[in-house]
């Protein structure tokens, strides 16, 4: 998730302006739990369409 559009409960600010101490907590986690958020949409498919490529290989290795 990003946070360019989360509004803050403490402040009823954008966490991205980060203008209380709230905002800035909370900008920070998000910034450091985005492990497959830094990912765009079309490199998540393409990791999903070679995992799929692969389990199809492995089932035909296996009943060859």
Do not use: K, W
């Not at 989360?6 to 600010?13: D, I």
């Not at 900008?27 to 765009?40: A, H, K, P």
């Not at 949409?41 to 389990?55: E, K, Q």
């Amino acid at each position: 998730m990003t946070y360019d559009r989360l509004v803050c409960a403490n402040c009823a600010a954008p966490v991205s302006e980060g203008r209380c101490p709230v905002c800035r907590a909370n900008r920070e986690r998000l910034q450091q739990e985005s492990f497959l958020g830094g990912l765009n949409p079309m490199a998540l498919i393409g990791l999903l369409a070679v995992l799929i490529a692969a389990v199809a290989l492995l089932a035909a290795h296996q009943t060859a």
